[in-house]
């Protein structure tokens, strides 16, 4: 049995999603996203994949990833996607690493200001 794909309104994709309408149409036209669909009053209608998509890029936009990166990027592979996230799960672990280091210098340093006399 044929089962029809849900399409959801710009308005109920920005419920979704957390983007506004604005952004939705950035991504657009810069590319981020493709193909969106249209209904017969040539309103933008959005699958559930496009959803997805938009969902993740949002996360990834958070973590700091560049929108630059996303050109494009709707059209490759799980694989190729999965490829890149690995790469950036190791950037994300090497930078924690980094702010542990920091941290424990910044701990050593607090902890030898407040062993010296203050003669303020």
Known sequence: MYEEEI???TQKATEITGLSKYTLRYYEKIGVIQNIARDTNNYRKYSKKD???LI????????????IKFIGAQQTSFSE????LEKYQIKIENEIKKLHRI??????????????????
């Open 81 to 84: 996607r999965r490829e890149y």
């Open 56 to 67: 993740l890029v949002k996360y990834l936009r958070g973590i700091g990833i560049e929108t």
């Open 103 to 120: 941290k424990e210098l910044v701990s050593q340093k607090i902890i030898f200001l407040k062993n010296i006399k203050n003669d303020g």
């Open 7 to 9: 399409y959801y309104s």
């Open 51 to 53: 959803i997805d998509w």
